[in-house]
């Protein structure tokens, strides 16, 4: 039977850290709780808000709706051939544990993706991606509740509309659907490793591998995403704050006019990447503070919380960078980050 809890403390429930409180919370971990908190939702007439791990969201209020939890639990195979397997995981998974029990057994296809954080069912959300692979590339179909009428839907990869950072539930589908479970498509056998992307192929140089495998490629990426980005547990922070801005070849040649060594990479035709890290760096905010709202000192692209940051002192942050990197490049830099 679901719980209900009134004025719940939202504090370790977001990454940020940041201090806020729920008028009503419910931890989620079958289908017939999804539908009693529906109910329940109809009864009050509150919004709902659908929770994840909380590592991708900056809350600058307290929420005034009722916040599911979503614990759905549960891994199942539900089909394989010599060559793949389709992998079904429910949407409360916690995002590494599954990518490790994958990697376990010697499934390929998101060892780039380990130590995300965050749960499975918000991997289609942005499109989750890190050292050259995006859930995309193995995403084979998701179910969904319609939050609306309580009804299930399959989506296939079409219907999801994914984009860099994007997928349809982050633009016209936006807090429409509770995500409970998504299917991949994942190697057994001939698994296609990639390992030309950052630092990858140095770190397995370190660890002295001389023929990579999923398994030692999960390993550098554990490696370097520890050296390099805070950890939430010590740090309050949600990943990259902003975008990296896909702009026209033009707008780069504008910017390496003055910068000669604009990090930027192609992106389609007539279109670079630039890394909003760089741009960040260059205009001179890497490590700054204010209050305990700051830029992390290691990577221009994290904002961090050290302490006692409210919500929107974060996001006015964002803002005055956003509105500097315009002045100073001519770029418009997005969040990538939900701020309610
Ligand atoms: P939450 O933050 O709980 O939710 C995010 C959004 O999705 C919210 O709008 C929420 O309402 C919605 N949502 C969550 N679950 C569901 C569901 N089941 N159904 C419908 N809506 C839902 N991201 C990357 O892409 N690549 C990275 O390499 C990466 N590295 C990170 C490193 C650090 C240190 C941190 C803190 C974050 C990083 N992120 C990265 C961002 C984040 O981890 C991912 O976006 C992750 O998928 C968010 O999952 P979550 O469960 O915490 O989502
Ligand atoms: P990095 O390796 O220092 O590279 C800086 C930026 O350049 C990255 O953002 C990446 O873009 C881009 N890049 C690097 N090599 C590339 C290549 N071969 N082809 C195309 N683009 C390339 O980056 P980092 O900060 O340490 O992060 C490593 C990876 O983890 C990146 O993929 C990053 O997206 C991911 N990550 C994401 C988050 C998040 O919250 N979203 C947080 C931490 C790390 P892309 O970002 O487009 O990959």
Redesign the pocket.
């Known amino acids: 039977m679901m719980n209900i809890i009134e004025a719940a403390s939202l504090k370790k429930l977001n990454t940020f850290g940041m201090d806020v409180s729920a008028d009503y919370l419910s931890e989620v971990n079958s289908p017939e709780e999804i539908q009693q908190v529906l109910e329940f939702r109809d009864k009050k007439n509150i919004p709902l808000f659908i929770l994840g791990g909380g590592s991708n969201i900056l809350f600058s209020r307290n929420i005034h709706e009722l916040v599911l939890l979503n614990r759905l639990k549960g891994i199942e195979i539900v089909d394989e051939n010599s060559n793949h397997v389709w992998v079904q995981a429910s949407a409360g998974e916690n995002w590494h544990q599954f990518v490790q029990y994958c990697i376990n057994n010697d499934w390929g296809g998101i060892e780039n993706l380990s130590l995300i954080p965050g749960n499975v069912g918000a991997s289609p959300m942005q499109n989750i991606?890190?050292?050259?692979v995006e859930i995309k590339d193995v995403f084979h179909s998701l179910e969904a509740v319609n939050l609306s009428d309580g009804k299930t839907k399959e989506f296939s990869a079409k219907e999801c509309s994914f984009g860099y950072?994007e997928s349809v539930f982050k633009q016209e589908e936006k807090g429409k659907w509770l995500i409970t479970k998504v299917n991949y498509k994942l190697t057994k056998d001939n698994h296609i490793l990639k390992t030309?992307?950052?630092?990858i192929t140095s770190e397995l140089e370190a660890m002295n591998v001389k023929k990579p495998s999923i398994q030692s490629i999960s390993e550098a990426v554990i490696r370097i995403r520890r050296s390099?980005?805070p950890n939430p547990e010590e740090i309050g922070n949600a990943?990259?704050f902003f975008k990296?801005p896909v702009v026209d070849i033009s707008v780069m040649q504008q910017i390496q006019s003055q910068y000669a060594d604009v990090?930027n990479?192609p992106a389609g035709e007539n279109q670079v990447?630039l890394?909003a890290?760089w741009l960040i760096e260059k205009a001179g905010w890497k490590g700054y503070r204010k209050g305990d709202a700051g830029v992390h000192k290691n990577?221009a692209?994290v904002l961090v919380n050290y302490g006692h940051s409210a919500g929107n002192e974060i996001s006015d942050l964002a803002d005055q960078i956003i509105e500097d990197i315009e002045n100073k490049f001519g770029v418009k830099l997005e969040k990538?980050v939900n701020i309610y």
């Not at 991606?129 to 050259?132: I, K, P, R, S, V």
């Not at 030309?196 to 630092?199: L, N, Q, T």
């Open positions: 991606g890190a050292y050259g950072r030309g992307y950052g630092a390099k980005l990943g990259s990296n990090v990479y990447k890394a890290g990577q692209l990538e």
